[in-house]
């Protein structure tokens, strides 16, 4: 008889004929309300959202393909996908391990560890950029070393290796995986120190090692929230705009990924151009969204059976 | 097993990024406007460099506010060629990070300035603020775009021919500072290149007058039709030489010093020219310049050096920090 005593309580003011009338908000509050939300919905977000894609459209499909012809813009799309391809997996790995010590260990300086995993939430992007400028830009503390052969000890071992990092490719991976750093290990902290340790004792004491808990008790368990962490890093690393900025000096074809290769477009007044690589980041989020809501959806499934 | 495969994949990138920089194509940092001038020229110098020599040679552009690619350069953006708005640009590449030799600028031609430009106010159809001169610009009332000197090379000649043009008129160096304060309080808003405040002015609607540079004053009649907006050409004006110089330490490094000074030469060369004032870029060499003749009004130009005396003294007086540019726009 517990059973339908606990669901009712779980589902609190969902269907509106069950609520006590107390609690339920007159008619016109409830209208009201709806409208504003959606019209603020659709001033801010589905309007600007149509204009990106009637602006791409504004001289028809061909020229809407056509823009996608240039070589700038295929370079662009590549170094997009492959620095989200690099910064991903990094963040997870990292988000994983960083989840997992703070939700199943206790240690000096835990919060500490937290406060900075929320750094680059905090700064700006365009800080994050220079960080990384002041670090190995030429005039900065390893910049001067890198590829000149100027340094006392390693000077030609530094030269024969020609490591760029600044307005190159791994300067933008860089900036860019700092920027995403949170996403998953923000998402996964909460979910662990929810779960708690029991099930992993319980995995431990019938003699799993370490892995094998992993394996087939966390990450199961963990399935959900860091398929979400990752969707939200992706989106981010794929957008990243002011970090991504400084470091990448704007060799076209070369160091522009899709958010810079838009402004570029745009200030050359082709904003047709423009608005097209800008309609296909926005599909990117759009597809992002659908598949968060899909892992809420599946996420809600999943839960009260485990 | 999955963290091998993703090791390997990191590396793989890591060597991936390598390779691809090491093959030979030629960097040009250039300034904001010059984007389409530089398209076209590539295409005519890898061309006649293929015609010469056999090889295929890749230009890759990167444009800005001059100012900060001279310190994208300095702080490590391996450009062969810098293509900058003026002189105190490439001599920044010696001062901060002695990129170049001192005297870069005896290198070439004409202060290694292959093309000239001068500075014009842009106003919308019918020039409805009645904008003839640099006077009705310090009028109340009237909205200025003009990008930041600090970043722009483009606003450091707009400054400076606004100063050149108080100082003749009104004859002290303090009325001109009256004049270049009055100025600047009628702009609201100071983008970073000369392409973003051509963007501002244009398709953003903001302001009764663009300070522009000719070229991009020309440009954006042809891209936005000449019915939208109009050339006002000042009784004053100063001849903007945009200088160029290959990077040595840069070219040394990669290889490729004989192609990046070829690639200069060939900016004076007939066709070079011939690209430069179909871009709308004054054009140094007699023959072209009589054939565009009419296309460039004639107007009573100064010069950087013999009013200012040179780009070292004018940086830093107007535009270093705690110069006359910062007590006039702090303020």
Same mark, same amino acid.
């Given at each position: 008889?517990?059973?339908?005593?606990?669901?009712?309580?779980?589902?609190?003011? @969902?269907?509106?004929?069950?609520?006590?009338?107390?609690?339920?908000?007159?008619?016109?509050? @409830?209208?009201?309300?709806?409208?504003?939300?959606?019209?603020?919905?659709?001033?801010?977000?589905?309007?600007?959202?149509?204009?990106?894609?009637?602006?791409?459209?504004?001289?028809g499909?061909?020229?809407?393909?056509? /823009?996608?012809?240039?070589?700038?813009?295929? /370079?662009?799309?590549?170094?997009?996908? =492959?620095?989200?391809?690099?910064?991903?997996?990094?963040?997870?790995?990292?988000?994983?391990?960083?989840?997992?010590?703070?939700?199943?260990?206790?240690?000096?300086?835990?919060?500490?560890?937290?406060?900075f995993?929320?750094?680059?939430?905090?700064?700006?992007?365009?800080? /994050?950029?220079?960080?990384?400028?002041?670090i190995?830009?030429l005039?900065?503390?390893?910049?001067?070393? =890198?590829?000149s052969?100027?340094?006392?000890?390693?000077?030609?071992?530094?030269?024969?290796?020609?490591?760029?990092?600044?307005?190159?490719?791994?300067?933008?991976?860089?900036?860019?995986?700092?920027?995403?750093?949170?996403?998953?290990? @923000?998402e996964?902290?909460?979910?662990?120190?929810?779960?708690?340790?029991?099930?992993?004792?319980?995995?431990?004491?019938?003699?799993? /090692?370490?892995?094998?808990?992993?394996?087939?008790?966390?990450?199961?368990?963990?399935?959900?929230?860091?398929?979400?962490?990752?969707?939200?890093?992706?989106?981010?690393?794929?957008?990243?705009?002011?970090?991504?900025?400084?470091?990448?000096?704007?060799?076209?074809g070369?160091?522009?990924?899709m958010?810079?290769?838009?402004?570029?477009?745009?200030?050359e007044?082709?904003?047709?151009?423009?608005?097209?690589?800008?309609?296909?980041?926005?599909?990117?989020?759009?597809?992002?969204?659908? =598949?968060?809501?899909?892992?809420?959806?599946?996420?809600?499934?999943?839960?009260?059976?485990? | 097993?999955k963290?091998?495969?993703?090791l390997?994949?990191?590396?793989?990138a890591?060597?991936?990024?390598?390779?691809?920089?090491?093959?030979?194509?030629?960097?040009?940092?250039?300034?904001?406007?010059?984007r389409?001038?530089?398209?076209?020229?590539?295409?005519?110098?890898? #061309?006649?460099? #293929?015609?010469?020599?056999?090889?295929?040679?890749?230009?890759? *552009?990167?444009?800005?506010?001059? +100012?900060?690619?001279?310190?994208?350069?300095?702080?490590?953006? *391996?450009?062969?060629?810098?293509?900058?708005?003026?002189?105190?640009?490439?001599?920044?590449?010696?001062?901060?990070?002695?990129?170049?030799?001192?005297?870069?600028q005896?290198?070439?031609?004409?202060?290694?300035?292959?093309?000239?430009?001068?500075?014009?106010?842009?106003?919308?159809?019918?020039?409805?603020?009645g904008?003839?001169? &640099?006077?009705?610009?310090?009028?109340?009332?009237?909205?200025?775009?003009?990008?930041?000197?600090?970043?722009?090379?483009?606003?450091? &000649?707009?400054?400076?021919?606004? !100063?050149?043009y108080?100082?003749?008129?009104?004859?002290?160096?303090?009325?001109?500072?009256?004049?270049?304060? #009055?100025?600047?309080?009628?702009?609201?808003?100071?983008?970073?290149?000369?392409?973003?405040?051509?963007?501002?002015?244009? *398709?953003?609607?903001?302001?009764?007058?663009?300070i522009?540079?000719?070229?991009?004053?020309?440009?954006?009649?042809?891209?936005?039709?000449?019915?939208?907006?109009?050339?006002?050409?000042?009784?004053?004006?100063?001849?903007?030489e945009?200088?160029?110089?290959?990077?040595?330490?840069?070219?040394?490094?990669?290889?490729? $010093?004989?192609?990046?000074?070829?690639?200069?030469?060939?900016?004076?060369?007939? $066709?070079?020219?011939?690209?430069?004032?179909?871009?709308?870029?004054?054009?140094?060499?007699?023959?072209?310049?009589?054939?565009?003749?009419?296309?460039?009004?004639?107007?009573?130009?100064?010069?950087?050096?013999?009013?200012? +005396?040179? !780009?070292?003294?004018?940086?830093?007086?107007?535009?270093?920090?705690?110069?006359?540019?910062? *007590?006039?726009y702090?303020?």
């Open positions: 008889m517990a059973g339908p005593a606990t669901s009712l309580a779980g589902k609190p003011a @969902r269907t509106g004929a069950g609520t006590p009338r107390v609690i339920r908000n007159p008619l016109w509050v @409830r209208v009201v309300f709806m409208t504003v939300a959606l019209l603020f919905l659709g001033c801010f977000l589905l309007l600007p959202l149509a204009a990106v894609f009637a602006e791409a459209l504004r001289k499909v061909g020229a809407y393909f056509h /823009s996608f012809a240039d070589p700038d813009v295929h /370079s662009a799309i590549w170094l997009t996908l =492959l620095t989200a391809a690099i910064a991903v997996p990094a963040n997870l790995v990292f988000g994983v391990a960083a989840a997992w010590c703070i939700a199943k260990y206790d240690f000096r300086g835990k919060s500490l560890l937290v406060t995993i929320d750094l680059p939430f905090a700064v700006s992007p365009v800080i /994050s950029g220079l960080i990384y400028m002041l190995f830009g005039q900065g503390w390893l910049g001067p070393y =890198l590829g052969g100027d340094h006392p000890w390693f000077g030609e071992w530094f030269n024969q290796q020609d490591i760029k990092i600044v307005f190159a490719v791994p300067g933008i991976v860089l900036a860019t995986i700092f920027v995403t750093f949170p996403f998953v290990a @923000r996964l902290i909460p979910l662990m120190q929810t779960q708690g340790n029991d099930e992993e004792y319980a995995a431990l004491t019938l003699g799993a /090692s370490g892995w094998q808990t992993f394996w087939r008790v966390t990450l199961p368990n963990i399935k959900w929230g860091l398929f979400y962490g990752v969707i939200l890093c992706n989106a981010r690393a794929m957008g990243e705009f002011g970090a991504v900025s400084v470091i990448s000096g704007k060799i076209r070369e160091t522009t990924t958010p810079l290769q838009v402004e570029i477009l745009y200030n007044n082709n904003s047709v151009a423009a608005f097209a690589v800008a309609s296909l980041l926005a599909l990117l989020a759009l597809v992002t969204l659908v =598949l968060k809501s899909f892992i809420e959806w599946r996420h809600a499934q999943t839960r009260p059976s485990a | 097993m963290f091998k495969v993703l390997s994949f990191l590396v793989a890591a060597l991936a990024a390598a390779a691809s920089a090491k093959s030979i194509t030629l960097l040009n940092v250039s300034y904001d406007p010059t389409e001038l530089y398209v076209d020229f590539n295409a005519a110098f890898a #061309k006649y460099w #293929k015609a010469k020599t056999g090889d295929d040679v890749t230009i890759k *552009q990167s444009h800005g506010g001059s +100012g900060a690619q001279a310190r994208a350069i300095n702080d490590g953006l *391996q450009a062969d060629v810098a293509t900058l708005a003026l002189a105190a640009d490439v001599d920044a590449l010696f001062n901060v990070g002695k990129l170049v030799p001192q005297d870069w005896k290198r070439l031609p004409n202060n290694s300035a292959p093309y000239t430009s001068t500075i014009v106010f842009l106003v919308r159809k019918g020039n409805p603020k904008i003839k001169d &640099w006077d009705d610009l310090v009028k109340p009332g009237v909205t200025i775009v003009t990008p930041n000197p600090k970043t722009s090379g483009g606003a450091r &000649w707009n400054y400076l021919a606004a !100063w050149g108080a100082l003749k008129k009104y004859g002290s160096d303090d009325k001109a500072k009256e004049f270049i304060a #009055k100025l600047y309080k009628n702009v609201p808003v100071l983008d970073s290149g000369a392409r973003g405040s051509t963007t501002t002015f244009v *398709q953003r609607e903001i302001g009764d007058v663009a522009s540079w000719e070229n991009e004053a020309f440009l954006a009649l042809k891209e936005y039709g000449a019915d939208k907006f109009a050339i006002v050409v000042p009784s004053l004006s100063i001849l903007a945009p200088t160029v110089s290959v990077v040595d330490k840069v070219v040394k490094k990669k290889g490729t $010093e004989e192609v990046a000074k070829a690639y200069l030469d060939y900016l004076y060369s007939d $066709e070079g020219q011939e690209i430069a004032a179909r871009n709308f870029y004054r054009p140094r060499n007699a023959a072209v310049q009589a054939k565009y003749a009419k296309v460039f009004p004639q107007l009573e130009l100064i010069t950087i050096d013999e009013a200012f +005396g040179g !780009w070292a003294k004018a940086q830093k007086t107007h535009f270093a920090d705690g110069g006359v540019f910062d *007590q006039i702090l303020k």
